[in-house]
């Protein structure tokens, strides 16, 4: 058998994935599973205007915290923990057993994502960008 690994800049790689992941997670798993995820996004207004937003990804029924993000003159008014809060009513009502989010370990992030009633449940040494990310997790059920 002759192996070559190469880059595709096509569509055949997702046609693959399309006819095979389902068989492949089903081995992987040990049980059937239909792939799903979905992105939802919550925005945060202060007096009319943007001032923050949060996005999670939910697969597998967990909900992965992609981004919370608020302008920085608004910080430490409740926006962030607001938005945290809105994904989490998102993910109970797709049934998510928990939310989970990578931040830089130690961090202000973490102080951030634990007063919100996350925990530490897995350190990554030097994960992104070669730095350790705790992995944090809030269960919802």
Same mark, same amino acid.
């Given at each position: 058998?002759?192996?070559?690994?190469?880059?595709?800049?096509?569509? /055949?790689?997702?046609? &693959?994935? %399309?006819e095979h992941e389902? $068989?492949?997670?089903?081995?992987?798993?040990?049980?059937?599973? *239909?792939?799903?995820?979905?992105?939802? /996004?919550? /925005?945060?207004?202060?007096? !009319?205007?943007?001032?923050?937003? %949060?996005?999670? +990804?939910?697969?597998?029924?967990? %909900?992965?915290? $992609?981004?919370?993000? *608020?302008?920085?003159?608004? +910080?430490?008014? !409740?926006? !962030?923990?607001?938005?945290?809060?809105?994904?989490?009513?998102?993910?109970?009502?797709?049934?998510?057993?928990?939310l989970t989010i $990578? *931040?830089?370990?130690? /961090?202000?992030?973490?102080?951030? &994502?634990?007063?919100? !009633?996350?925990?530490?449940? *897995?350190?990554?040494?030097?994960?992104? &960008?070669?730095?350790?990310?705790?992995?944090?997790?809030? &269960?919802?059920?």
């Amino acid at each position: 058998m002759s192996l070559e690994i190469v880059r595709r800049q096509d569509e /055949s790689a997702e046609r &693959f994935l %399309g006819e095979h992941e389902r $068989e492949a997670l089903r081995t992987f798993y040990g049980f059937p599973v *239909v792939p799903h995820e979905q992105t939802h /996004s919550v /925005s945060a207004l202060a007096d !009319g205007v943007l001032a923050g937003v %949060g996005r999670m +990804r939910i697969s597998a029924s967990l %909900g992965r915290i $992609e981004a919370v993000v *608020v302008e920085a003159a608004r +910080r430490r008014r !409740g926006i !962030g923990r607001a938005l945290v809060d809105g994904l989490a009513e998102i993910a109970r009502y797709y049934n998510c057993h928990k939310l989970t989010i $990578e *931040v830089p370990h130690r /961090s202000a992030a973490q102080a951030f &994502f634990q007063a919100c !009633g996350f925990h530490e449940e *897995v350190v990554l040494p030097q994960h992104d &960008f070669k730095i350790d990310m705790a992995v944090m997790r809030k &269960f919802l059920l």
